[in-house]
């Protein structure tokens, strides 16, 4: 992490955590603290992430936001993971690993934010069904190189709260896992400057287990008694 | 449950959770609404159960409460268990095999509260540690005559801020999990009463394992973040 930005590649920026997370990123640059980043969206077809790229921008400006700080641009999930020194996995479980086999030459010394959680449907609920390795986090830390900093976060996240930048004020909490300690204060610090987030130390990349399960327990929570869009709070 | 009052058994309830459950219900007999109870605390030892009965009443009396309605005894976990409608555990998961055989002709048809959470310590933090059915709940469903009306509750509490009835004032949420409908209303109805929770419907009792999950990540948030007495909280 050379330059002053932070460059922070979204992989999956096109669907609807990974567009909240840019939106979110991307107003770190207008407060007058936290680190400042420039954001790349991924995708398999790279004008698909050009055209989220642009219509994140539009959606900034619509809001009022002054976009000439803010830098957001579309790439191939490899061109994108290569040009970030922070890449944030938003996508399936099922498709992680043929997209960590793609981008592999970028991921050495990279700091890899993993959100992903297992889960199946099960009747009308949801089912957390972590991989034999314990957890999605711990699956991936074994798929990628040793020197790549597997950190997991940003689970328990609404994404119609994430992506409602100027209405909702709602702060929950963001768990963050990871064996290395210099990547998970980056992740927090990230955390911290992302409006409606607040981040909490969850030790261990093999606790991330526990954090995974609580995103089919909130769509089941939701289901169950009538709410929506439901966060997490540890007080 | 014929009687006017619901017969509430708190086995172990001389422990920390048990003495502010036996508080929280206590106080229900003192509100306009809300399910009006008789408590009997159970223990290995009738005369620990009567002391710890003796000292909540005191403690409530020293805390200014009118308690010529409330009704709290002590007696032996199977007298207790005998005694009741409906049962709570409170106590630790190595414990249970034996205490089920000990009261498993008070059983049948009961409705029984579990919020044990199995759970080992790992280094400085604690690890959840289900047994092969899947999580206590289920062990203990397996364990109980098949009349006997499990129900997951309780699990997320934490005793210091349960037992402070006068000063704290918060409200968590508390997940209520079983496979048996009428009774899961009713223990929902019950939390409601509780004053410092908030019941949600956390659907079958297999949903039990994330919930009691949540225990140790609790405690271990708590230690690692410098917090105490944390709950939870879905909004």
Known sequence: MNSEKLKVAVLGGTGNIGEGLVLRLALQNLMDDGLKNEIIIGSREPESAEEAAKKDLEELENCGFDTTKIRISGKSNLEAAKAA??????IRFSHVPSLLEEIREALEDKVLITPVVPM???GPLFEYRPPAEGSAAQAIREMTPESTKVVAAFHNIAAGKLKDVV????VHDSVICSDDEEAKKLVMELTRNMGCLKPLDGGALKNANTIESLTPLL???AKLNGLKNLGVNFS
Chains 1, 2 share one sequence.
């Open 167 to 170: 209405k909702c004020k709602a």
């Open 120 to 122: 199946v449907k099960a």
């Open 85 to 90: 020194d922070l890449i944030i996995l938003t």
């Open 219 to 221: 769509v089941n929570l």
